[in-house]
């Protein structure tokens, strides 16, 4: 059973830095492409934005709104994925979630795409005062 637990969301001010942790298992062996998301207050589900997105592959991908700024990482040892996020600014607002698709050892297909992605964790929230 997959299982996805993010940390390390809290409130800090425009141009602050914070680092969040996505712990994984129930899919060792197979391969996966693993990717933040976040969902801005007001938003449904259906429209979380893809941020980041790292697959077992080691390819990594962002969004265009945190190229240069936010750097997605994996320690494979600890089954952690890892974002640390630069240069905050308040529409970086809301909750952050991890996903998982166990099907492919990359995440190009995926387009940042929510539907692609069975496996989500509860969330953490990121609150950015200006």
């Known amino acids: 059973q997959v299982q996805l637990l993010e940390s390390g969301g809290g409130s800090v001010q425009s141009g602050g830095s914070l680092r969040l942790s996505c712990t994984f298992s129930?899919?060792?062996?197979?391969?996966?492409?693993l990717a933040w998301f976040r969902q801005a207050p007001g938003k449904q589900r259906e429209e979380r934005e893809g941020?980041?997105?790292?697959?077992?592959?080691?390819?990594?991908t962002y969004a265009d709104s945190v190229k240069g700024l936010f750097t997605i990482s994996q320690d494979r040892a600890a089954n952690t994925m890892l974002l640390q996020m630069n240069g905050l600014k308040p529409d970086d607002t809301g909750m952050y979630y991890c996903?998982?698709?166990?099907?492919?050892?990359?995440?190009?297909?995926?387009?940042?795409?929510?539907?692609?992605?069975?496996?989500w964790g509860q969330g953490t929230q990121v609150t950015v005062s200006s």
């Open positions: 996903a998982a698709d166990v099907s492919r050892a990359y995440c190009s297909y995926t387009r940042f795409s929510p539907r692609y992605f069975d496996n």
């Open positions: 129930g899919f060792t062996g197979r391969p996966y492409c």
């Open positions: 941020v980041a997105a790292i697959g077992s592959n080691g390819i990594t």
